[in-house]
């Protein structure tokens, strides 16, 4: 009798073995069954092109997050537009237009992302500034007027510093409890330029990972966001743009096994020339009111787009000492940045290489590329 139990139980541990190893079997087979979809789409809003990278058991699966991805993009384009009105939809541009009027009953987003925009104006030390509005309008105005002309006006010091009188936090009261916002000066406007994209593209990241997708990659106009790495642990690889086109699109590629975003400021997207061949752009330093003169471009790598946004534009309005001197104070190692200055036009030798043209300088550990 003693012998038939154990017989039994060699038999049942060995039916748990081969039950086990089927459900790994199954496992693995079904990820390497998924496949890659990719689509893009210029009606998720933002004013460009989003694009879904995801590994999915079928089209079907896949078009159910690109729809998920597209909504949940144009749902927070919305609420974010500075620009346009929309019907039940108390946005940023709502706000703007009740300046020195009235309190404006919000979504709560519009309050997350508000409160998070004057976090970081306090610990970039005044270099984010979402309440520079007023500023901006000067220069958005003078950029549409080289659509038409072919070339536009420069803002006179006078114009700018005026319109600086209008800006600041302590012209926004954000009611976190009755979900209002109110501009105390009909004057003064916010301009969430700055963040708006990347918070968005982490906030549709953080979506579709609910929903269930476990491989991706969303590309929101240059904010890329990863989801996890490929199936099998393949690495995602990212291009930095090559400011001058030279060479081809990418001066060098960065590979990830994990989730991580990537942000991009520069000199060499948004800009117009004046009269005289003078080149603008659109990323305006708070403190001389006039663009930065920085580097080709800043590239931010950290997990959250959100905050990858508002500092690649931080850190791109700030000198490169002090940048670095921000990163360090920031103290997170999953915090990388990776300058890009022209050959000629670097801060520190020692601390940078030329690459595909440019004199290329990363500040962080978590970087993998192909000039290693």
């Not at 490169?320 to 520190?348: C, G, M, R």
Request: charged letters at 25%; hydrophobic letters at 35%; proline letters at 2%.
């Amino acid at each position: 009798m003693r012998y038939a139990i154990i017989a039994l139980v060699i038999i049942m541990r060995k039916k748990l073995l081969i039950l086990l190893m089927t459900i790994l079997l199954m496992g693995c087979q079904k990820q390497d069954e998924l496949t890659q979809y990719k689509e893009t789409t210029f009606q998720a809003g933002f004013d460009t092109v989003f694009t879904l990278i995801a590994y999915t058991e079928d089209q079907r699966e896949f078009d159910e997050y690109f729809k998920i991805m597209k909504d949940t993009t144009y749902h927070y384009h919305q609420l974010f537009d500075k620009y346009h009105n929309y019907e039940g939809i108390n946005n940023i541009k709502t706000i703007n237009d009740n300046a020195g009027i009235a309190p404006v009953i919000v979504d709560q987003e519009i309050i997350d992302l508000l409160i998070l925009a004057q976090e970081y104006y306090e610990r970039t030390d005044g270099y984010f500034d979402i309440t520079i509005g007023s500023v901006l309008k000067l220069w958005h105005d003078c950029r549409e007027q080289s659509n038409t002309n072919g070339y536009g006006c420069v803002p006179t010091f006078d114009e700018l510093t005026d319109a600086d009188q209008h800006t600041g936090w302590d012209l926004i009261l954000i009611d976190d409890q009755e979900n209002t916002v109110y501009i105390t000066d009909s004057k003064a406007s916010i301009d969430v330029g700055g963040i708006a994209k990347g918070y968005t593209v982490e906030k549709v990241a953080l979506t579709l990972e609910e929903k269930g997708l476990r491989y991706g990659a969303i590309d929101g106009g240059g904010n890329i966001r990863t989801i996890n790495s490929k199936p099998s642990d393949q690495p995602f690889t990212v291009g930095i743009t090559n400011p001058d086109q030279r060479g081809g699109a990418s001066v060098d590629i960065l590979k990830f096994h994990q989730t991580y975003a990537f942000v991009t400021s520069g000199d060499y997207e948004r800009y117009y020339l004046d009269k005289n061949g003078n080149k603008y752009h659109h990323i305006i330093d708070p403190f001389t009111l006039y663009p930065s003169d920085s580097a080709r471009s800043l590239t931010i790598v950290y997990p959250d787009s959100g905050i990858a946004d508002i500092l690649s534009t931080a850190c791109y309005i700030m000198d490169y000492q002090t940048a670095v001197a921000f990163i360090e104070k920031f103290d997170d190692d999953q915090l990388s940045a990776i300058w890009l200055y022209d050959e000629d036009d670097h801060p520190n030798v020692n601390e940078g290489f030329k690459i595909n043209g440019y004199f290329q300088i990363i500040h962080g550990n978590v970087i993998t590329t192909n000039s290693e």
